[in-house]
């Protein structure tokens, strides 16, 4: 089994920033993609980004260019550092880690732009 545990939601200006933590404990040897999700009410969840475990990135045509994904393998972290957060990025924010084909989930943090 693997926990994700987020961090580093919260309130912020459209504009500004905000780095999300995604750390993994227990059955974390294997883990190979991990990524972000969010979700925005009455909305569908949608990817936002994932990153493999030789740190291959990929992104959601919405946040190129404003969002970088990342991955510490030695502290078992991934973080999503999200840049000139606009009100549409509103969502809560989960990470997901996949270990030999399954898919762990963490709670979710909620990450809300004002305008």
């Known amino acids: 089994q693997v926990q994700l545990v987020e961090s580093g939601g919260g309130l912020v200006q459209a504009g500004g920033s905000l780095r999300l933590s995604c750390t993994a404990t227990?059955?974390?040897?294997?883990?190979?993609?991990m990524g972000w999700y969010r979700q925005a009410p009455g909305k569908q969840r949608e990817l936002v980004a994932a990153?493999?475990?030789?740190?291959?990135?990929n992104y959601a045509d919405s946040v190129k260019g404003r969002f970088t994904i990342s991955r510490d393998i030695a502290k078992n972290t991934m973080y999503l550092q999200m840049n000139s957060l606009m009100p549409e990025d509103t969502a809560v924010y989960s990470c997901?880690?996949?270990?030999?084909?399954?898919?762990?989930w963490g709670q979710g943090t909620q990450v809300t732009v004002s305008s």
């Open positions: 997901t880690a996949n270990r030999l084909g399954n898919d762990f």
């Open positions: 990153i493999t475990r030789d740190g291959v990135a």
């Open positions: 227990g059955s974390t040897f294997l883990i190979n993609v």
